[in-house]
């Protein structure tokens, strides 16, 4: 059995979709590393450290979760850390195809590393997080797609 998965993203910022996936794979797996990527394409606003800082907090008290950072390829990083699995998020068929590309490239370049799609609850599924990003530096109330704690530092941080 495959006791560990690894759930890699940007995570910029978490929201409840990303919270609900994590739940969803420690549900399967004992053991789930949620790999903050350095992605430097995708112009994150918040740093790695700032990323790893709100998910561990998002994730405080679920058992078997572990918020790490990581650069380079994640097949490599899935293998330093003993994990045969990655866990990526499907909320919309738009989602699908790209990620399907990113799937099959893994599996390429390291055939004995499994991806695994999960879907989030049916109310996340429309959450993106640069969508939150273009609603908060616009005032709007985040509280029902981030944790309070992530808002605030969203908000203070395109203010």
Do not use: W
């Amino acid at each position: 059995m495959c006791r560990r998965a690894i759930y890699p993203g940007t995570f910029d910022p978490v929201t409840y979709g990303h919270i609900d996936l994590i739940k969803r794979a420690q549900e399967i797996f004992p053991e789930v590393m949620v790999a903050v990527a350095h992605n430097p394409h995708k112009k994150p606003i918040f740093s790695a450290k700032e990323r790893v800082a709100m998910l561990k907090e998002a994730t405080k008290g679920l058992n078997g979760v572990e918020v790490t950072e990581f650069n380079g390829l994640v097949v490599d990083y899935a293998h330093k850390h003993n994990a045969k699995v990655l866990i990526r998020g499907l909320r919309m068929i738009s989602d699908f195809e790209y990620e399907f590309q990113m799937a099959l490239t893994n599996r390429k370049l390291s055939a004995d590393i499994e991806t695994i799609f999960l879907m989030p609850h049916e109310s996340y599924s429309y959450l993106s997080s640069k969508l939150l990003k273009e609603a908060a530096s616009l005032g709007a109330n985040l509280s029902s797609f981030v944790p309070d704690f992530v808002e605030k530092a969203l908000k203070d941080k395109l203010s």
